[in-house]
């Protein structure tokens, strides 16, 4: 809650949030605090053309699950991301207010870093449901569904046999269990094979932390560069190295995709 003012009522927390962070990145007449404006400031000095302050937050936004697993596995293979870079480093030291900013400008795109998993989650399900509509076309759908209602019966009948005639024989409930339990398994693989849907890819939490830096770091270039400030062609293509890279990442997936 900003400072001095009363809640109002019917505003959740998140609602609140955002409406702080909205008067915090944006002035008096709507506009961006750092990024381009309708008109020019004559508080200012002129911005650097080219790129724009939400840019990064907001492609991020856009990414599925899938662009996700690409830009990580990119980044892990290249060179440049195996130590932190110097000059960057000294550029985010140097700027602590627009670092702070532009971390308050990406949160507010992006959310936590689980929310930001979930955006994703549902643009893949978006992606995908093209190819599920064409499963259901074709009946396989159907198919996949009485399957897995065939695993789930086969699965609790043992179980449910055991505690219906008294059998209290621990041992024997343990060898169930485990049966049960290797059923399962190769049962649920069994049945990813026969729908035909692409595999969930594996998003772990401190390499999707450095996406995030990545577009943190891009957010901060273009926020110095709209301020005015003036940045050495090397530190401001350090800063958009990481979001260059998702955005390779991201084509290549789309062009795979068709």
Known sequence: MVPGSAAQPGLTGRTTMGIFMSN???????????????????????????????????????????????????????????????????????????????????????????????????????????LLDRRKASGSAREILALRLGLIIALIAPPAFIVATNQTDVLKLVIVGAICLAAAFLGGHFLTIRARVPVMPTIRGPWLGELREDVVNATLVAILQNKGAALSPAVAEAGRRGWTSIQDAAAAVAALQG
């Open 24 to 130: 915090e990145y944006h002035l008096a007449d709507g506009s961006p605090r750092y990024g381009h404006r309708s008109e020019p400031s004559t508080d200012q000095p002129a911005a650097t053309a080219g790129f724009r302050v939400e840019e990064a937050a907001e492609g991020a936004a856009r990414l599925g699950l899938d662009e996700m697993a690409a830009a990580i596995d990119k980044r892990l293979s290249s060179s440049w991301a195996d130590k932190p870079d110097a000059s960057l480093a000294a550029l985010r030291d140097q700027n602590p207010e627009e670092l702070a900013a532009a971390k308050a400008l990406v949160k507010l795109h992006l959310g936590s870093q689980r929310q930001w998993r979930m955006k994703a989650q549902a643009v893949r399900d978006k992606q995908l449901s093209g």
